[in-house]
């Protein structure tokens, strides 16, 4: 996205992983002077635990801009100061990682604005895609808000919706959400529009996932575990227990059936949940390649009968 800037603007970019990436390359595009990134120190990753960079960083030093990677803010009185000395018309944040204490919310001139995947109040905090997935709504979106010291808080100042369809992804709307994210950030830096202040009801609340949040209770209904699985992928992923050892679920869809919870019911891995049942698509056994169920029946004994927990 290369969008002129009516005035380019001084900023700095606060932001951490993919999702972010889409909004630096669109305020570095429309040709702000971004005179410093910020983003989440590296840190071990994938099977060899080597250490990487995060995503923004790559952006960032692709582009040839300067990068910082505070371990921490909210106590570090010289990196504070070393914010407030780069003399900023605005920062630019997106899922950032870090909080942001009073004296960097207020150094900028134009204050620090945050792009924020959820339509706020609803589902402040830091997994707002994959809570909207699981709880079932019909539609999320972006806000663009001005940062305060409340987690996701602030006053908005531009929004947009979309709508969750049926088959929807966390992938998919990841995707969506960030490219929405860097149009409105260009909007809010060129418009200026007023800030409204949230409704003081209807706020929800989406905590940081873990791995176990991804363990599939088979107890539970077909729509919601076809939600989890929706949701949950590609992190943390979604997986139950076969032959002692973790099966991941990549990919499912309601089918018509009933059993006992977590029963296989035939060859085509259909699955009976709490109520109905689920078919899976798409698995990956341990040490193995994700594969379709297909596939991966054709080199595992997983037969009808067999009970998955």
Known sequence: MSIP?????????????DFAVPALHALHGAGHAIVAVYCQPPRPAGRGQSVRPCPVQLAATALGLPVRTPARLRRDETAQAAFA???????????????????????????????????????????????ALLAGDSETGVTLMQM?????????????????GPRTTATELHDTLAAIGARLALRALDEQPPAVPQPADGATYAPKLAREDGRIDWSRDAAFIDR??????????????????????????????????????????????????????????????????????????????????
């Not at 409340?150 to 929004?159: E, F, K, P």
Request: proline fraction near 9%; include cysteine; charged fraction near 15%.
């Open 148 to 164: 305060d010291e409340g987690l996701d808080t602030g006053a908005m100042l531009l929004r947009e919706a979309v709508p969750i």
């Open 5 to 17: 800037s009516r005035d380019p603007l001084r900023l700095a970019f606060m932001g951490s992983p």
């Open 85 to 131: 000395a780069l003399d900023l018309d605005a920062a630019v944040v997106a899922a950032y990682g870090l909080i942001l204490p009073p004296a960097m919310l207020a150094a900028p001139r134009r204050g620090c604005l945050n792009i924020h995947a959820s339509l706020l109040p609803r589902w402040r905090g830091a997994a707002p895609i994959q809570s």
């Open 228 to 309: 989890q699985v929706r949701a949950l992928n590609p992190w943390p992923g979604t997986f139950t227990h076969w032959a002692g050892a973790a099966l991941k679920v990549l990919a499912c869809a309601p089918a018509d059936g009933a059993g006992p919870p977590g029963t296989v019911l035939d060859a085509r891995l259909t699955v009976a949940c709490g109520q109905g049942a689920v078919r899976l698509l798409r698995v990956q056994a341990p040490g193995g390649a994700a594969m379709d169920a297909a596939a991966f029946l054709r080199g595992h004994a997983l037969p009808a009968g067999a009970v998955l927990g």
